[in-house]
């Protein structure tokens, strides 16, 4: 019979009564060998060991608990096969086998973390050059010392208005205007939370002694504005008309 003794997993020959016939350097190098199998066993797994490793069971795998020269309860993974009445035996560490899997998880998380942060990156670029393409959406323009112009762009969200309103507030307190021409002519959809949005904001421009002037709604936006603030603000179809009558109010001053 060829001995088991370089196999490079721990290895056992054992007879009917598991007694150990052979063994592998392997073995010798994990296990504090004794007399008999069952010693290498932790007590709650022997009675599996009586179950399960018997001739009954020509080839089996199970689990076992076992006591190694470093851990009192390591778990290995049992390999028998009988033949002429004694029983092959290889052991593998299922201990190991999960250190293995938990150091390629800490890996795993580990590279996507770093690939949580570069998306984060990602996305808050993406939300500044966003927050700029809002401020660009409503730009304030001044127009003569007591009049400021803010041409509009686009669809209309809350999100957006929220942006141009902060820069709104903000100049038209530096400069003290007396009126703000909002330019709808570039506007296209305005969503219901945006008109909401927007009521608001000319009822804070309202609020602190500005006056409002929408300019070049199309019939359906006219539809659709139904909110507080943008039912006071005055109306005008072009620019250039209410231009033109503020610069005339202005000379009868």
């Not at 959406?137 to 803010?150: K, R």
Request: charged letters at 30%; glycine letters at 6%; hydrophobic letters at 40%.
């Amino acid at each position: 019979m060829v001995s088991g003794k370089f196999l490079p997993l721990p290895y056992f020959l054992l007879d009917e009564e598991l007694a150990i016939l052979d063994y592998s350097r392997s073995a010798s190098d994990i296990f504090l060998i004794g007399d008999n199998f069952r010693t290498l066993v932790d007590e709650e797994s022997r009675q599996k060991v009586s179950q399960y490793i018997q001739p009954d069971f020509s080839e089996i795998e199970i689990e076992l608990n076992m006591k190694t020269k470093y851990d009192p309860l390591a778990v290995f993974g049992i390999s028998s096969q009988w033949e002429d009445n004694k029983v092959h035996i290889l052991c593998v560490e299922k201990t190991k086998e999960v250190d293995n899997l938990t150091d390629q998880l800490t890996k795993l998380r580990s590279r996507l973390s770093e690939t949580d942060f570069e998306l984060l990156e990602k996305k808050e670029e993406l939300e500044v050059a966003i927050e700029r393409i809002h401020k660009l959406s409503g730009p304030f323009i001044p127009l003569y010392a007591e009049a400021g112009l803010v041409p509009l762009f686009g669809d209309l969200q809350a999100d957006k208005l929220q942006v141009i309103e902060e820069n709104i507030l903000y100049r038209i307190d530096e400069g003290d205007y007396e009126q703000v021409f909002f330019d709808f002519h570039a506007v296209g959809e305005i969503t219901d939370d945006g008109e909401k949005q927007l009521g608001q904001l000319f009822e804070t421009i309202q609020l602190i002694g500005t006056k409002t002037i929408i300019v070049g709604l199309s019939p359906s936006q006219v539809r659709g504005l139904k909110s507080k603030g943008t039912l006071k603000a005055a109306s005008m179809t072009s620019l250039k008309q209410a231009i033109s009558e503020y610069i005339i109010k202005q000379n009868h001053k």
